[in-house]
């Protein structure tokens, strides 16, 4: 199969004729028809993730159809089409049994602790757990942009936001994440202030249905901006950034017994930014993290994107093939382009 390998962390990765994966027993195989380009990609290229073990083939936001099928599976076939939380769970430990799969201890991701979707076919285990059927009207790049970036939106905004109707979310950084944490807030029927310092940006924002863009390259305090568009602060702030300017202001622009949730890969240098305390103690705050989402929560993403008129192609932005996709991902850290990068051509 052709996929793109990367041999040194950091180095422009190629075009590879690999061997195809095999199903494991509890597990399948997916002819992968379209896989997002992620910011996360981007950090395990750079040697940030420790669990990748080189060479290796990134890409965790995928959609297909199945092409083989273990010898245990037995809730899908040759042919299904489906799609895949960025997590794989064990389904054995405590995290899995209480339903909270997408914190697994004994969890496995493609794209990082194996070779992922940047390629012609992706194996992928614990099938009946994991994997999740694609409705006929949604389709497989529409799928793909769900895969990471909104997933893990829905779960911030609805599962631990617990966003609601008449509510104001403050969104920090208008890249997948935040774009797709704009669509559910406006699906829900709550009203929203959008952050990012790129103009075109901020529009597409607007467009998705942000009531206030705020440019942070001309404001000086975007914390004060938001409380004083909303009348006190929002109930529900993201971070989807990650940086230690987007967190603290995320936490700052909260009105009391406000919920700060943490999506930004904060790494490095920014892995410990200063949270004013102080803030959170006095006003109650919550601070929360979200990574991820369970795949039996997709049901519930899939009724709101159905029911609440989303446009997922809204979200997508160029269109590309494997060679096209191993040189967008080495530019990710510039931050150009408007929409997820999707590979669809895979020759």
């Known amino acids: 199969m052709k996929a793109v390998l990367f041999e040194r962390f950091g180095e422009l990765p190629r075009i590879a004729d690999l061997p195809a994966p095999s199903p494991a027993p509890d597990g399948v195989v997916i002819e992968v028809k ?19 073990e080189l060479p290796h083939v990134p890409g965790h936001e995928f959609a297909g159809v199945v092409e083989a099928v273990g010898r245990d599976v037995r809730n899908f076939k040759v042919g299904d089409r489906v799609t895949a939380p960025f997590i ?29 979707s940047f390629a012609q076919y992706v194996g992928f285990g614990k099938a009946d757990l994991n ?82 863009t705020i440019d942070a390259r001309s404001e000086p305090d975007t914390a004060a901006a938001i409380k004083d568009l909303t009348g006190g602060g929002a109930a529900v702030s993201i971070d989807a950034l990650g940086h230690p300017a987007t967190c603290v202001n995320s936490v700052r622009c909260l009105r009391r017994r406000g919920k700060h949730i943490q999506v930004g890969l904060l790494l490095g240098d920014d892995a410990a930014p200063k949270i004013p305390m102080d803030i959170v103690v006095a006003h109650e705050l919550e601070l929360l993290g979200s990574h991820g989402m369970q795949a039996h929560r997709y049901d519930a993403m899939l009724s709101l994107v159905q029911d609440g ?20 991902l080495s530019e990710m850290d510039r931050f150009e382009g408007v929409g997820a990068t999707l590979i669809t051509r895979f020759e």
């Not at 379209?34 to 990748?52: E, P, Q, Y």
Request: charged content about 15%.
């Open 131 to 212: 994997l999740v059927p694609l409705p006929e009207d949604i389709s497989f790049e529409e799928a793909a942009s769900l895969g990471c970036r909104f997933a893990t939106s829905f779960r911030a905004v609805v599962d631990q936001g617990e966003l609601r109707a008449g509510q104001w979310l403050a969104v920090h950084g208008c890249g997948g994440v935040g774009l797709s944490a704009i669509m559910i807030a406006k699906a829900i029927g709550a009203r929203i202030v959008a952050v990012d310092i790129d103009e075109a940006t901020l529009k597409l924002a607007h467009g998705l249905g942000a009531h206030y």
């Open 309 to 328: 008129g989303i446009e997922l192609n809204q979200l997508i932005g160029n269109r590309v093939d494997l060679a096209e996709g191993a040189k967008a």
């Open 88 to 116: 794989g769970a064990c389904g054995g430990c405590s995290e899995c049994h209480s339903g909270n799969q997408q914190v697994c201890e004994n969890q496995f991701q493609p794209g990082f602790t194996q070779w992922g």
């Open 34 to 52: 379209a896989t997002g380009l992620c910011r996360s990609d981007w950090h395990g290229w750079m040697g940030h993730d420790s669990g990748i």
